[in-house]
């Protein structure tokens, strides 16, 4: 046989023989991957209620603002609220008021929502605390970026005898639970959201010092502080407005913006003030 044809004999032979491995690999690729797909398929999911859209503090929940996702069943965890268990719970949740921050796609949590009355305020408080208001601007507030949720510090601003202003930290890392927005339109047709009140979330003494540095502050400001400080304790800084020079309980008699009188009001709790 001629050199030449046993070349072509051969290289038809090595061809052929590459054919079918590359076939054979095709072969179980397609193979692996339908098995994958199967797998994939077989894996249960359980319906998940999730929030359709952002939900900021204070909003109401509707059949618009929630809706079911399916969901790995090996990555429910505790206090997922599913088909299975609560298969009525969008009718249920219906008008119940937002307490914490809930964004797109977020599972929703019992420990997030609130009951349905329409006592929002009261709703928003944990036990324990109370909401105390207080005016506020662009020069007071931050620049108007004090948002609910936010952390500030209260500063009181006042007058001395001697006609020179003092300023002290009033309170220190207080939760803000709500800003009371208006809308207000400039000349040039752009519009603007401005606060004129907010509503901070205070200890019972805490909203006792609030009380007492309104009436003898000139002004009070909020300093907006970061998240990370979220964690920080709040505390109060003027607590000597509570408290007289024995460390007792007394009423206090503020004029002009200074406290002029403490009298020990004995067995009596708390602290009481009177303004001329």
């Known amino acids: ?45 359980v319906n998940v209620l999730v929030s359709a859209e952002n939900l900021p503090v204070g909003s109401r929940l509707n059949d618009k603002s929630l809706r079911w996702m399916a969901w790995p069943e090996g990555s429910i965890v505790e206090g997922f609220i599913t088909d299975r268990t609560r298969p009525n719970a969008i009718g249920e949740l219906t008008g119940q008021v937002v307490r914490l921050p809930i964004f797109v796609g977020e599972p929703l949590r019992a420990e997030k929502v ?59 890392n207080i939760r803000v639970l709500a ?20 509503t901070l979330e205070l200890t019972p003494d805490q909203a006792k010092i609030m009380t007492v540095a309104q009436q003898m502050a000139d002004r009070l400001t909020l300093a907006l502080r970061s998240v990370a400080d979220a964690q920080d304790p709040d505390s109060p800084s003027a607590d000597y407005l509570l408290k007289s020079a024995d460390g007792k309980s007394d009423v206090q008699v503020i004029k002009s913006g200074s406290i002029v009188k403490a009298s020990s009001s004995g067995s009596n709790a708390g602290s009481s003030m009177v303004q001329r």
């Open 1 to 45: 046989m001629r050199p030449a044809r046993i070349i072509i004999l051969a290289v038809a032979i090595g061809a052929a023989g590459l054919a079918g491995l590359l076939a054979m690999q095709l072969s179980g690729t397609r193979e692996v991957v339908q098995q994958t797909k199967e797998v994939i398929r077989k894996e249960p999911t």
């Open 114 to 172: 609130a009951d349905s009355s329409n006592r929002i305020m009261s709703s928003l408080l944990p036990s324990g605390k109370r909401a105390i208001a207080t005016e506020i601007s662009a020069t007071t507030g931050a620049g108007g970026f004090v948002l609910p949720n936010d952390r500030v510090d209260v500063i009181m601003v006042r007058k001395n005898e001697d006609g020179r202003y003092a300023s002290d930290y009033v309170l220190n």
């Open 179 to 198: 800003i009371d927005q208006r809308i207000e339109e400039k000349d040039d047709g752009t519009k603007t959201v401005l606060g004129t009140t907010a």
